[in-house]
């Protein structure tokens, strides 16, 4: 088959996305199929005739020896100067990308937050009538924002951290703290990979929490800091795969701790009792329909030290797809390698 897939664009999560995409071409490559490496943003540059075979040959194949690869640097990267390094364009889709999937059997979505993430890219994809990975718009919007899917969480009896939305125009720090007190985790509310969260125990730490959550998005999500086990839990074709344990060597789970090596220690299938792992995998079922995922996804809980309940913190519908990467450990818990796991994806994209 021919696979196009799209990675990068404008999103804090640029470098996720790039990382898992080049590595999903190389995995759909060793399973034979032509891929085309595209970057949503980018696009292709005025020299390519789009009505020419130019964009034909941005498929390769196995046989031509490629391969694709990037490194996640320790900080998320610096949005403005690529929009500078391409004419202030702030279109979020560049020239040639919507020509170049027409070609395709299918897009494999390799991008993680913003239009890639929120069911803006999907909602395009759909008008085109081109086939995708993942979930459609709607699930997309619903899983992105977080306050929307945490108050459809609190409706449907799953349990969540109590939050509450933060303005700093004409909200207080008093009203947190009469509110949830502290201490509480300070995020934006449609971001992934841990951009713009910070743990505030105390009122010393507030300040740079807010500046840090504002540099993405002008009203912030205050959610009660739960204290006990972080676990994740994939979703693939309906059945809920091993939980795993996330277990940060230093600090919480942050964006540095996600993506840089042997900062944090994985295990899976989950140190759990069987009842316990019954439970958070009927929870996850529970989390993907209400929030009508596709055909993958993956939640995230704590387990409460206290009360020793599961709290559910969000659900990612385009989770990270290196071969390290949550999912993936999972689905290869239950024998599906990695390359195994992005042909399936794709496969199910065309059915």
């Not at 439970?279 to 009360?307: C, M, P, W």
Request: hydrophobic residues 35%; glycine residues 8%.
């Amino acid at each position: 088959m021919k696979i196009v897939v799209l990675a990068g664009g404008i999103s804090p999560e640029r470098d996720v996305s790039l990382c898992s995409a080049s590595l999903i071409s190389n995995a759909l490559l060793k399973k034979g199929h032509e891929v085309a490496f595209v970057d949503v943003y980018t696009g292709f540059p005025k020299s390519v005739d789009l009505e020419s075979a130019d964009l034909k040959s941005s498929f390769v194949t196995k046989e031509s020896g490629k391969t694709f690869s990037y490194k996640i640097p320790e900080t998320e990267p610096d949005l403005e100067a690529l929009i500078a390094e391409n004419g202030d364009r702030r279109e979020l889709i560049g020239p040639g990308v919507i020509e170049i999937c027409k070609m395709a059997d299918a897009v494999f979505l390799g991008c993680h937050g913003g239009m890639g993430e929120n069911g803006r890219l999907q909602a395009v994809l759909d008008c085109f009538n081109i086939p995708y990975t993942g979930s459609g718009y709607i699930g997309c919007s619903l899983a992105m924002d977080k306050n929307l899917s945490k108050t459809l969480f609190s409706k449907s009896d799953i349990p969540t951290p109590k939050w509450m939305l933060f303005d700093p125009s004409k909200d207080s720090m008093s009203d947190v703290i009469e509110t949830l007190g502290f201490p509480c985790a300070v995020k934006p509310t449609g971001c992934g990979s841990s951009c713009g969260v910070s743990l505030v125990h105390n009122e010393a730490e507030w300040k740079a929490a807010i500046e840090y959550s504002t540099k993405y998005e002008s009203i912030c999500l205050i959610e009660e800091m739960i204290k006990g086990r972080e676990f994740s839990v994939g979703v693939l074709d309906g059945e809920a795969l091993p939980p795993i344990e996330i277990r940060p060597k230093q600090g919480f789970y942050d964006y540095k701790n996600k993506y840089q090596a042997d900062a944090t220690e994985e295990i899976c299938p989950a140190p759990l009792p069987q009842e316990k792992t019954k439970e958070v995998q009927e929870l996850t079922l529970a989390v993907h329909r209400l929030l009508r995922l596709g055909n993958y996804s993956r939640v995230d809980f704590i387990l409460s030290e206290k009360d020793g309940k599961f709290y559910c913190l969000e659900a990612n519908n385009l989770p990270g797809m290196t071969p390290i990467s949550l999912l993936p450990q999972e689905a290869l818990a239950v024998g599906i390698s990695y390359e195994d796991l992005c042909e399936r994806l794709v496969l199910s994209a065309v059915r």
